[in-house]
């Protein structure tokens, strides 16, 4: 996992809910930097594609980008994970 957004994928992991909306902002707390500028202008930068370091920290913990909104700088995450 990239150093840059382990501390994202740790976040998502520990998370209780099957799902988590976060503010671009909450997340550049949550990685201790700014996010790119393309994940700020492009939605397709927050694509579930493991060819891309900083998706692979979410996907390797068992969570998926569900929706982005680009206009209010949010992204909801969904578990790809059974929780009993």
Known sequence: ???TY???GQFLAASPANHATLSFRQIELIIKRPLPDA???HDAWWDNDPSHAHARA???TGWEV???DGE???VTFHTTTLVL
């Open 72 to 74: 209010e700088h949010t």
């Open 66 to 68: 569900q929706s982005v």
């Open 1 to 3: 996992m990239p150093a």
């Open 6 to 8: 382990k501390t994202l």
């Open 39 to 41: 994940a700020y202008h």
């Open 58 to 60: 979410w996907l390797e």
